[in-house]
């Protein structure tokens, strides 16, 4: 794997520095950097001990563990195997009995601005008698099953009730088509999917049972047995007899008490399908015990939560950070949260801020695309402007899923957070479970644009192609060089790809690369303050990220040449774009003339819907344009490099002395 030389260029000076709020500081759950370094000491003294330290703490269990890491069969590592637990049980049997029992866990705003609450004790009942409707369908420990739903209360409650059971979820986000929700059904072989008749957003009713329908009855999906659906509005949809179950028709005479099922800690608790540098996504298969211990832990290290927190995570459930902390991690560290059914520019581009005033929501974690949207929505009406609303109740703010930007950063510092609250910009993957390289709330100076420092514990390097570790102030590949607890723990029915994609041979098979480009600063520009501080500089491979969301250019191309009437070829990039963060160029070699002018743009619509259909709405190609050929070396390899630099509108410095057929670049960039 090579280091795009693009992913180090773009790196910028900045020698802005903010250092922590003494407030935050002298009540912080990690408070000042000395607190910090202890804990990294306590890691580095004994690496096992302080994780078998922080499991023991930070989760109950039914049968303690005696091995904390189990590293014979590298890279497919356990961690607390030979203990018990039940993830359901953590996030809330454990708070009955205690003061939380009666706390509000879930404040739910839908789509139209309804608002109701549900209590730790009356999600326990809910999520139970959920599990005891599942299990009446059958449904047991190891089985997958399938969640196609939207953000909604019932949603956590259908991942709950699975962890309940010992059964492993796999969810699936509501905006991908019959056909990728169909690829995911077959590779897990679940017996249930999960899902609900319509979806609410921006006030606009979406089908999904149809497209479940339209998914199993592609073929192969045998292992289905039931099909749950949760009436989400009056109308009405097919359900198949004999499979199909309605939320009110399965919940019916089912108790509202279900024992938790104690599983080993190396149970998996889900999979979640995660794009590569293939055209098949990945099923990152997760643990019960490492990946909950870190969604609570980090719940308290990242978010500093505290019994009173409002928290809000405006991730959907159908990505991993939904997973982490909607599901799991608040509610295992018994906190409110909010959980958001609708979209942030509905009915105005404000919602974000009216809301936090509304639920005086005090930890905030959102995306940096969001916040991008929401500048240019609040520059072009100032009635959506945060400033209309009481953010005071705000303590602490994240960024999740792609770089922020500083101009991003300082607006959301300044803006929302009233340049009182630390911006936690966390550096993670599907693959890490949770938080990997974030500042603290109590410790952390911040630098726009840079995830800072790694939590303790979290190994994390650049290196270059041989595995060494590159000087401060160069690019490389971040990798973490030690297994943690919360890693990915193989993918589902392919562990050779596992091994292949994430612990190359080249670096002795155990360390894992992320696939990111990475430099540490050498703390030049801030005279020291930031030295060391990681800022991450893009992918590496072929995997995209267009507004936070993950995608692989192989998918996309495969997604166009399987339109086989018209398309021939295809290749496809990413370039920079100021509100999705990357957008999608692609680049299309048709099986009729090159069209121009309205054909083009009408053969160009017709590709954007159908990858729509192929994949979901989220992988439309921004940019599509035409070509004879796509630019090849004699030996007939498409030159990517060459394409990056039209997609961007550069000019060609490359070489071009081996490219077969120098014509078709004009050809490509022309701009539709
Ligand atoms: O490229 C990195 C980017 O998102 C990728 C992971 O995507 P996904 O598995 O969908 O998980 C997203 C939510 C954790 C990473 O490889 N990424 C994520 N967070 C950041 C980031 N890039 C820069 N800064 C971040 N804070």
């Excluded at 509202?256 to 889900?270: I, Q, W």
């Excluded at 690019?475 to 607890?485: E, N, Q, R, S």
């Excluded at 491979?541 to 339109?563: I, P, Q, W």
């Amino acid at each position: 794997m090579s280091v795009q030389p693009s992913t180090v260029e773009s790196v910028l000076i900045e020698n802005r520095v903010f250092p922590p709020n003494e407030a935050l500081v002298r009540q912080a759950n990690i408070s000042g950097m000395a607190a910090y370094q202890a804990l990294w000491k306590e890691a580095k003294n004994d690496y096992p001990a302080f994780w078998a330290r922080l499991a023991r703490e930070n989760l109950v269990w039914t049968k303690p563990f005696t091995r904390t890491l189990d590293e014979s069969n590298a890279p497919f590592f356990k961690w607390f195997e030979d203990g018990e637990l039940n993830a359901s049980a953590n996030c809330l049997d454990k708070h009955m009995g205690t003061p939380v029992e009666n706390k509000t866990a879930i404040i739910f705003e839908a789509d139209d601005g309804a608002v109701t609450k549900v209590t730790y004790k009356e999600l326990l009942a809910r999520v139970s008698q959920f599990a005891n409707a599942l299990k009446a369908r059958g449904v047991k420990k190891g089985d997958r099953v399938v969640i196609y739903m939207p953000m909604t209360v019932e949603g956590v409650v259908a991942m709950q009730a699975c962890a309940r059971i010992g059964a492993i979820h796999s969810v699936v986000f509501g905006g991908f088509s019959a056909k990728s929700l169909h690829e995911r059904i077959v590779d897990a072989a679940a017996v249930a999917v999960i899902t609900a008749n319509y979806q609410l957003r921006g006030g606009k009713e979406l089908p999904l049972k149809a497209i479940v329908d339209e998914a199993i009855e592609t073929g192969g999906c045998e292992s289905v047995k039931t099909v749950f659906v949760y009436q989400r509005t009056a109308t009405t949809c097919n359900m198949v007899g004999g499979r199909d179950i309605t939320f009110a028709e399965a919940l019916a005479g089912q108790s509202t008490d279900c024992p938790p099922v104690p599983v080993s800690a190396e149970h998996p608790l889900f999979i979640l399908y995660t794009s590569g540098s293939t055209g098949k996504p990945k099923g990152v298969q997760h643990s019960t015990g490492g990946y909950l211990m870190w969604s609570k832990l980090t719940m308290d290290w990242t978010f500093d939560i505290k019994p009173d927190d409002v928290f809000w995570c405006t991730a959907d459930i159908g990505w991993v950070t939904g997973h982490s902390y909607i599901t799991y991690g608040p509610l295992a560290a018994g906190v409110t949260e909010i959980v958001f059914e609708g979209v942030p520019t509905y009915p105005d581009a404000g919602r974000f801020w009216q809301m936090i005033e509304r639920h005086k929501c005090s930890v905030f974690y959102t995306a940096p695309t969001a916040i991008r949207s929401l500048i240019k929505a609040s520059e072009a009406d100032a009635k959506v402007h945060p400033a209309r609303s009481d953010l005071s109740s705000l303590r602490i703010i994240g960024s999740v899923g792609e770089p922020i930007n500083p101009e991003a950063w300082m607006w959301y510092y300044r803006n929302v957070g009233g340049e009182r609250c630390p911006i936690v910009d966390t550096w993670w993957q599907t693959e890490t479970g949770g938080h990997m390289i974030n500042p603290l709330p109590g410790v952390t100076p911040l630098v726009p644009g840079s995830c800072t420092l790694p939590l303790p514990g979290i190994m994390t390097e650049v290196v270059d192609e041989t595995g060494q570790t590159v000087p401060q102030g160069a690019g490389g590949m971040l990798v973490v060089t030690k297994p943690w607890p919360s890693m990915i723990r193989t993918i589902w029915n392919d562990p050779e790809r596992y091994k292949k994609a994430y612990f190359p041979e080249e670096f002795g098979g155990k360390i894992y690369l992320a696939g990111d480009g990475a430099v540490r600063s050498n703390g030049e520009a801030t005279k020291g303050a930031d030295r060391g501080y990681f800022r991450i500089t893009g992918r590496i491979d072929d995997v995209l990220n267009v507004s936070g969301h993950r995608l692989g250019t192989m998918e996309v191309e495969s997604a166009l040449v399987a339109k086989t009437d018209l398309v021939a070829e295809a290749a496809v990039v990413a370039r920079p774009d100021d509100l999705t963060g990357e957008a999608i160029c692609a680049f299309v070699v048709l099986k009729r003339a090159r069209p121009t002018g309205d054909e083009a743009t009408k053969i160009a619509a017709e590709l954007r819907n159908w990858v729509a259909k192929e994949i979901g709405p989220i992988a439309k190609p921004k940019d599509i344009s035409f070509g004879d050929n796509l630019p090849k070396t004699r030996s007939g390899k498409i030159m990517r490099r060459l394409l990056r630099s039209i997609a961007k509108g550069e000019a060609i410095t490359q070489d071009i002395s081996t490219l077969e057929n120098p014509q078709i670049l004009e050809q490509f960039a022309q701009k539709l």
